[in-house]
């Protein structure tokens, strides 16, 4: 299946290389040095992060975007944010959260676990709204976190 993943615009791969200045001219910023010292990710990782922005993949089936307008009510505001982890340069996984979404999050949460069932079927590993699917080639997976207002979905290149 071709996910076609894009943040801001740019199409991402995982598996693929990808030059970092291509991800900062998509409102990509690498992770600082603090973060990724408390991280400890060794040499040749590296992560770039986007706050506030589109997602667009599985053919334009789920389109994730932040909704930030101060004239609705809180409830109907949410926020996005997206995480592309390299090494060597070559794309490993992609992370993308909606965040504090009162209704957004369980939408979009619903909205991914059925796209994945229909291309993958069934869920490999289910626990209360955690989702895993695999294929010969990626993970996919979903988490709705137990406040149900955040939400984190990750497509992964398998080893």
Known sequence: ??????????????????????LKDSNFREMGLVERLLKRMPKGH???????CTIDCFRDQLNLYPCTHGYLHKDRQWQTR??????????????FQV?????AAPNFTNTFKDICSENFGHPETTTTNQ????????????????????????IEVLE
């Open 1 to 22: 299946m071709d996910f076609k993943l894009r943040i801001n615009k740019l199409g991402l791969q995982p598996g693929a290389k990808i030059e970092t200045r291509i």
């Open 99 to 103: 965040l504090e979404g009162v209704y």
């Open 82 to 95: 997206a995480t592309v982890h390299l090494i060597d340069g070559q794309i490993q996984k992609v992370n």
């Open 46 to 52: 590296s992560v770039f992060v986007a706050d506030n």
């Open 131 to 154: 989702y895993l699917w695999k294929n010969d080639r990626y993970s996919f997976s979903s988490l709705l976190k137990a406040d149900n207002i955040n939400a984190e979905f990750s």
